[in-house]
């Protein structure tokens, strides 16, 4: 499958000008304890059951999710290979259990459905809805409008409004040089905000309190842990229990990324804590899952929780400033949970940036892709 376009993007800022420093969001120390991890006794609930929890699937349905989403990512792999130039993204459909690979010429058909996956044929595809959306990102910011997204399955691009703004939208597509056609406009009375109060896996402190994202190496070797960006600047120091450590690479905003290196105290596990639900998820890798699979969220403040990959490639308008190239997801999320990991399976899939709503009536939560960190930084993820 070709890589997240968010890989250009978290290359150009963090290799091109070295450290890029983020913009501190005024991050406050969450009130009351800090939430602990499970000791390794504690009674486990497993994806499959965190699945039923979270998707109201029965055992059988979460069985039969995890082992059709595992056949669908060799599957994928294999069709986009087939569908080359003309590949233009894919869709997974958790209810109907099917893979669709979207290409952008009718002759790739037979390739993609010979390797296993149903085929659509779209005007757009990933790259050209990429495009729009960067077109979108270089306008001037238009008040009222809090996101923009490429939605693969619908071959258009999102663009989400407040209720009752009066954003001017038209003006929008006209300074950003795209075709009203190629877009749908959507309104949210939901205001994207940082989640400032973070952990992820376990809490850190560095002011506030942020998300361990996933253990990690730097490009030395040296041990640490990728995290969101605007949870600190570079050189910003970080407390986790008898554990120091240092923002050394911090990218916010336009894109959300981080690396926290240990100076003292480290020591990596491939571990995700999945707090009230007990136990831990392994990491054994960070393959990127397609749009539509099960994904679920750690976090400090509301635990471990599920949903579904929405769409990849969404620029969100905080406050604070736009980032872009987040992944959207239907996971809930509070202040508190920034940083923290996504994982669907086995697989790593990004850190907690942001969202709207909470846990108790849902909401929207986007990530940062941790693959880009990866490749631009030469972090290496514990896998083992």
Do not use: K
Not at 354 to 382: A, F, I, K
């Amino acid at each position: 499958m070709r890589p997240s376009p968010v890989v250009s993007a978290i290359g150009t800022g963090a290799l091109a000008f070295g450290m890029v420093l983020a913009a501190a969001p005024g991050a406050l120390a969450a009130p009351g304890p800090l939430p602990q991890a499970p000791s390794p006794e504690s009674e486990a609930v497993s994806m499959q059951e965190a699945l039923e929890r979270d998707l109201g699937l029965t055992p059988f349905e979460a069985e039969e999710l995890l082992t059709a989403q595992d056949t669908a990512s060799e599957v994928d792999e294999a069709a986009a290979e087939a569908a080359g130039d003309a590949y233009g993204g894919s869709v997974f459909d958790t209810e109907s259990m099917e893979l669709t690979v979207l290409v952008t010429d009718s002759t790739a058909v037979g390739a993609v459905e010979a390797a296993g996956a149903e085929a659509e044929v779209v005007s757009h595809g990933t790259e050209g809805l990429d495009a729009i959306v960067q077109d979108l990102n270089e306008a001037d910011t238009e008040p009222g409008v809090v996101g923009w997204y490429p939605d693969v399955e619908g071959d258009t691009v999102v663009l989400e409004v407040l209720e009752g703004s009066g954003a001017d939208v038209d003006a929008l597509l006209a300074d950003a040089g795209v075709d009203a056609s190629a877009v749908e406009v959507t309104t949210t009375s939901e205001q994207p905000e940082m989640y400032a109060n973070i952990i992820g896996g376990l809490a850190y402190t560095m002011g506030g309190r942020c998300s361990v994202g996933f253990p990690a190496t730097n490009a030395s070797g040296q041990p640490g842990f990728v995290t969101a960006g605007h949870c600190g600047t570079v050189g910003t120091r970080v407390s986790i229990g008898n554990g120091r450590g240092v923002f050394e690479r911090s990218v916010f905003p336009g894109n959300d990324a981080a690396f926290v290196r240990g100076t003292s105290n480290f020591t990596l596990t491939n571990l995700v804590s999945r707090y009230n639900s007990g136990g831990y998820a392994n990491v054994t890798g960070h393959s990127q899952a397609p749009i539509g699979s099960s994904v679920c969220r750690s976090g400090s403040t509301t635990g471990w929780h599920c949903g579904t990959i929405q769409a990849r490639g969404q620029s969100v308008s905080y406050p604070q400033g736009t980032v872009y190239n987040m992944t959207r997801t239907s996971v809930c999320a509070e202040p508190g949970d920034s940083g923290g990991s996504f994982i669907s399976g086995t697989q790593a899939q990004g850190v907690t940036s942001g969202g709207s709503g909470n846990c108790t009536w849902g909401g929207t939560t986007y990530y940062q892709e941790v693959t880009p960190m990866v490749n631009s930084w030469g972090v290496q993820l514990r896998t083992s």
